[in-house]
């Protein structure tokens, strides 16, 4: 079952271009998958949506004629367990991948077994078909399976090295960060409790071992942490929050950042959450019950018609998401032409935050990507055309120097 839901799921991928991780959820329900099985669909998938353009880069090597979609689908699976999954033998993923074809396409179950042996015997040998020549943006988008155009930005911000490393870390699993709900237990207590490590210097940052549904825990269920990484929650911690002060959330969902504020603040002040989705409104909401949160208040709305004057404002904008592309796989294979339009939104979205800001106050802009032109481009966009605010601190995280997600973040003060 656990390589039937795998292929549903890529198939569903494929064909609907539906999100990953909705879509394993889904898929794990319907075949009642078990901890450890849900765990082996979902390596399979993840893995294979990770490194799809290699997985076709090979494929097409090895079967000269064309491929059918659910037949392509299956070969990829397997040959990602041939070449990736030390721990399932050759000949199971073979021979699988075999049961699964004449299911669904028994004309073409030799073809497939004739494929997936070649494959096994070629690794086993290290003679798989050479890549593009080392040194070039083609052959790191075909190693770590990310569009051209994204390795030619990536080489362009961070050099050959830079941009592979970034690309390699994208394609490892994500680590797994909790922050201590301070108003509760101490982060020394959380840390025995949860078998967590200290990270990064960051207060009440905790490293969590791999391990399973953290939301089935007694310490989650207690309110005792919540989940976020280090580079999200220094955009709350850049804000410098105090005791008393009123803070804007303006696109809170999923809600780690008003929990940031709020616990900072000692559960003193006014932190008002306000996102355009309700549905994912209400799991804000009830995250600050769990946590125990009284200054926590869900407002639904655009961040482009809020209203009010706030001490510090929190504009995490809608973004390209390239920073978290090792949490969602999928995210690399958006169009473009999708995500240029983006600086424009999120300028728009400031020009109007702008005006919640008190004098003396504090926006916070913060995206989870390393585009420049949806981070600093944009930020220079709004500093030329809003002359009150100055620029106090900026920084982006890269997930291979940082360990954390790709994420931007500027500090913009309000100086009348």
Known sequence: MPRQAALEALERFRRDSAWSRQVMSTLIRKYALDGRDGALAARMFYGTLQNLALLDYYLNAYARSKLEPKVRDILCLGTYQILFMDKIPPSAAVNEAVRQCKKYTPRAAGMVNAVLRRIAADKERDE?????????????????????????????????????????????????????????????????????????????????????????????????????DPAAHSAVLAADLKPGMTVLDACAAPGGKSFAAAIAMEDRGRVLARDIN???????????????????????GDAREAEGAFDVVLADLPCSGLGVIRKKPDIRYRPKEELDVLPDLQLELLDALAGTVKPGGRLIYSTCTWRETENQAVVSAFLSAHMDFAKSYERVFWPDTDGTDGFYICRMERIS
């Open 278 to 300: 309700s549905k994912k409104l209400a799991l804000v909401n009830a995250g600050a019950e769990r946590l125990g949160l009284q200054s926590v208040q869900c407002q639904p």
């Open 128 to 228: 798989l078909p050479p890549l593009p020549e080392q040194g070039g943006p083609e052959y790191l988008a075909i190693k770590y399976s990310h569009p051209g155009w994204m390795v030619e930005e990536l080489i362009a911000l961070r050099g050959y090295e830079g941009a592979e490393a970034v690309l390699q870390a994208d394609n490892e699993p994500p680590p797994i960060y909790v922050q201590t709900n301070t108003l509760k237990t101490t982060t020394e207590a959380l840390s025995a409790q949860l078998g967590a490590k200290p990270f990064g210097g960051i207060p009440g940052c905790l490293l969590l071992p791999r391990q399973g549904r953290l939301e089935e825990s007694d310490p989650f269920a207690q309110g005792l942490y919540y989940v976020q």
